[in-house]
């Protein structure tokens, strides 16, 4: 089990970015949350095996339809053992 933290860069708000990654992650049984940033980017933790993030990430590089990702950065994280994957519907520290 593995634990990244991915930041999506582009239009990624407005485009049904985080159903789309729900679904997706969902579907992969992927565990963890997205939520929009401030600063327009969708933040994303993910926790699954290895190959399967990996798959994910591929996914993230493209995003549903109307998305037009610009830059995926990943970073290794402590393992959090999330139950389910969220859709965060907003940022309390706004």
């Known amino acids: 089990m593995k634990h990244i933290n991915i930041k999506v860069t582009g239009k990624v708000q407005g485009v049904f ?4 990654t729900k679904a997706v992650a969902d579907q ?5 949350f997205i939520k929009n940033e401030k600063d327009g980017s969708v933040y994303i933790e993910a926790e699954s095996e290895l190959f399967i993030l990996d ?3 591929d996914w993230c590089k493209e995003g549903p339809e109307k998305a037009v990702v610009e830059n ?11 139950r389910n994957f969220e859709v965060v519907k907003k940022n309390l520290l706004w």
Request: no cysteine.
């Open 17 to 20: 970015f985080r159903a789309s």
């Open 28 to 32: 992969m049984g992927i565990k963890g």
């Open 55 to 57: 798959a994910f990430i």
């Open 72 to 82: 995926v950065e990943m970073s290794d994280g402590e393992l959090k053992n999330f």
